[in-house]
């Protein structure tokens, strides 16, 4: 029985949503969440700025073991097929994807081509991908309101030059199940060659016959099919899951997802991509886990460590690198393993040690049962003295907002990592802020007799190495 395989979307469409913005963790802890499903392809956001979006991908790359991790070029140039390849390439299954809108009104605006001028640009675009990866896959959008002669023509192009999968979407969403089925009969009789590659459909949801179409195409002989695991417009991922699980007979097909978590982990995703950032709390949302799974030992080299690092979200220099790894080592030899939470407070006290362009020169932080948490924070730079006063829903909170209110900048908190380090009445605190700029993770630490203390001092001494560089 064939495999079709299930692509995730939820992160492409998300991006063009105006109402929900994913930040970098979360972008992360969805693909994780995806590849734990075994869904076949993770499709990712293309590049549009390169520092941020290529340590995305990279960071992707790192975390995604099992399924395809498919990105678009964002244009059909080499040197974007390059940039994106040397963001990807280090996946377990990297896959570049060439996207062209072919229906005549979308090529020339969206693309400023006439039809002669697309097909030669996709054809030259994909035999250049070609020679990065042989997991190319050629995107015909808007392919139900194309002339079909010229679609026909341009898959039959694609397939020539390399393409292994070719997808045709049905981007308007107009099309009912039996229209969908004829469309997708004629391309397999017009296009031979097609038999020997995988055909991915895609379908919008706007007549709410996106997973009936969906079923359809599989049944015409599709291999792929574009979905999300979260309700947007566009086919279910666990509706197509289930219906494939329980209509293989039907289908002649099934899918690698595992149904028996389906319901568990698509909630998972909804709570994930739904929590988000209010006016009282500094948090985007949950914070990162990466780290408390990770254990090194004494013998593990400068290579290992670096490695984990950048699993960890840092983009560290090589003087850096070596910095770390000797209070690594200082500290293996003395009590044997270092967890990812400990290597955080290293690269906090070890890496990017920089001067302070702000100083801490008082905090006040009032409680009461009846009214919010307020922060008065007062901050130091270049000898004058700012301050402001945030209400928060912890007095933490409170004291993230006040800063932010002082800088004018909110960064991503990344995780926030809080432990004692005496005993004892007087015992002191420790806190671990790590804060994401331009999608680099940024760490700090602070050490107080209570824990506001010193997840201030945390959080500026990360704030201090961000600005640095920034200005660098």
Same mark, same amino acid.
């Given at each position: 029985?064939?495999?079709?395989?299930?692509?995730?979307? *939820?992160?492409?469409?998300?991006?063009?949503?105006?109402?929900?913005?994913?930040?970098?963790?979360?972008?992360?802890?969805?693909?994780?969440?995806? #590849?734990?499903?075994?869904?076949?392809?993770?499709?990712?956001?293309?590049?549009?700025?390169?520092?941020? %979006?290529?340590?995305?991908?990279?960071?992707?790359?790192?975390?995604?073991?099992?399924?395809?991790?498919?990105?678009?070029?964002?244009?059909?140039?080499?040197?974007?097929?390059?940039?994106?390849?040397?963001?990807?390439?280090?996946?377990?299954?990297?896959?570049?994807?060439?996207?062209?809108?072919?229906?005549?009104?979308?090529?020339?605006?969206?693309?400023?081509?006439?039809?002669?001028?697309?097909?030669?640009?996709?054809?030259?675009?994909?035999?250049?991908?070609?020679?990065?990866?042989?997991?190319?896959?050629?995107?015909?959008?808007?392919?139900?309101?194309? %002339?079909? $002669?010229?679609?026909?023509?341009?898959?039959?192009?694609?397939?020539?030059?390399?393409?292994? !999968?070719?997808?045709? *979407?049905?981007?308007?969403?107009?099309?009912?199940?039996?229209?969908?089925?004829?469309?997708?009969?004629?391309?397999?009789?017009?296009?031979?060659?097609?038999?020997?590659?995988?055909?991915?459909?895609?379908?919008?949801?706007?007549?709410?016959?996106?997973?009936?179409?969906?079923?359809?195409?599989?049944?015409?002989?599709?291999?792929?099919?574009?979905?999300?695991?979260?309700?947007?417009? +566009?086919?279910?991922?666990?509706?197509?899951?289930?219906?494939?699980?329980?209509?293989?007979?039907?289908?002649?097909?099934?899918? *690698?997802?595992?149904?028996?978590?389906?319901?568990?982990?698509?909630?998972?995703?909804?709570?994930?991509?739904? /929590?988000?950032? !209010?006016?009282?709390?500094?948090?985007?949302?949950?914070?990162?886990?990466?780290?408390?799974?990770?254990?090194?030992?004494?013998?593990? %080299?400068?290579?290992?460590?670096?490695?984990? +690092?950048?699993?960890?979200?840092?983009?560290?220099?090589?003087?850096?690198?070596?910095?770390?790894?000797?209070?690594?080592?200082?500290?293996?030899?003395?009590?044997?393993?270092?967890?990812?939470?400990?290597?955080?407070? /290293? /690269?906090?006290?070890?890496?990017?040690?920089?001067?302070? !362009?702000?100083?801490?020169?008082?905090?006040?932080?009032?409680?009461?049962?009846?009214?919010?948490?307020?922060?008065?924070?007062?901050?130091?730079?270049? #000898?004058?003295?700012?301050?402001?006063?945030?209400?928060? $829903?912890?007095?933490?909170?409170?004291?993230?907002?006040?800063?932010?209110?002082?800088?004018?900048?909110?960064?991503?908190?990344?995780?926030?990592?809080?432990?004692?380090? !005496?005993?004892?009445?007087?015992?002191?605190?420790?806190?671990?802020?790590?804060?994401?700029?331009?999608?680099?993770?940024?760490?700090?630490?602070? /050490?107080?007799?209570?824990?506001?203390?010193?997840?201030?001092?945390?959080?500026?001494?990360?704030?201090?190495?961000?600005?640095?560089?920034?200005?660098?």
């Amino acid at each position: 029985m064939r495999e079709v395989r299930i692509s995730d979307v *939820s992160m492409k469409l998300f991006s063009n949503s105006k109402e929900v913005s994913l930040t970098f963790k979360k972008k992360l802890e969805l693909a994780k969440l995806l #590849d734990k499903l075994s869904v076949g392809v993770i499709e990712a956001e293309g590049i549009e700025q390169e520092k941020v %979006d290529s340590l995305r991908i990279k960071s992707m790359a790192s975390a995604v073991k099992n399924s395809v991790l498919a990105v678009p070029l964002s244009d059909m140039s080499k040197e974007c097929a390059d940039l994106t390849w040397a963001s990807v390439k280090e996946a377990n299954h990297p896959r570049l994807q060439v996207v062209a809108a072919v229906s005549p009104a979308q090529m020339e605006y969206i693309h400023h081509m006439k039809a002669d001028k697309m097909f030669a640009k996709v054809t030259e675009t994909i035999e250049y991908c070609k020679t990065l990866t042989d997991d190319v896959e050629f995107i015909a959008d808007d392919a139900t309101r194309s %002339d079909v $002669d010229f679609l026909y023509k341009v898959i039959d192009g694609a397939i020539n030059a390399g393409a292994t !999968t070719v997808t045709v *979407s049905d981007a308007a969403g107009t099309m009912l199940p039996a229209e969908f089925t004829e469309f997708v009969n004629n391309i397999y009789e017009n296009v031979p060659a097609l038999k020997d590659v995988v055909l991915g459909i895609a379908c919008s949801n706007d007549l709410s016959m996106a997973d009936a179409c969906a079923v359809a195409g599989i049944i015409a002989g599709a291999g792929e099919v574009k979905t999300s695991a979260y309700p947007l417009s +566009c086919i279910s991922l666990p509706n197509i899951a289930r219906i494939i699980a329980n209509k293989e007979d039907v289908c002649k097909a099934s899918c *690698s997802v595992r149904t028996t978590e389906l319901k568990r982990v698509c909630a998972q995703i909804q709570w994930l991509l739904e /929590i988000g950032r !209010t006016s009282t709390s500094a948090f985007d949302g949950a914070v990162s886990t990466e780290g408390a799974d990770i254990i090194l030992n004494a013998n593990d %080299d400068m290579d290992a460590v670096a490695k984990v +690092c950048a699993k960890l979200g840092y983009d560290l220099s090589e003087e850096d690198i070596v910095s770390v790894y000797k209070a690594f080592s200082r500290i293996a030899s003395k009590k044997g393993t270092v967890t990812g939470h400990e290597l955080d407070a /290293i /690269i906090a006290s070890s890496a990017l040690q920089v001067p302070p !362009t702000y100083t801490i020169d008082g905090y006040l932080i009032t409680m009461g049962d009846t009214a919010g948490t307020t922060a008065l924070i007062k901050l130091k730079k270049d #000898d004058e003295v700012s301050e402001n006063v945030a209400i928060g $829903d912890g007095p933490v909170d409170a004291a993230f907002l006040a800063i932010e209110g002082i800088t004018g900048s909110h960064y991503e908190l990344d995780d926030f990592q809080i432990k004692a380090v !005496t005993e004892g009445a007087e015992a002191m605190g420790e806190t671990i802020v790590k804060l994401r700029s331009e999608g680099k993770v940024y760490s700090g630490r602070g /050490i107080s007799v209570d824990v506001v203390g010193s997840s201030i001092r945390a959080y500026v001494n990360a704030l201090n190495k961000i600005v640095y560089e920034e200005h660098e």
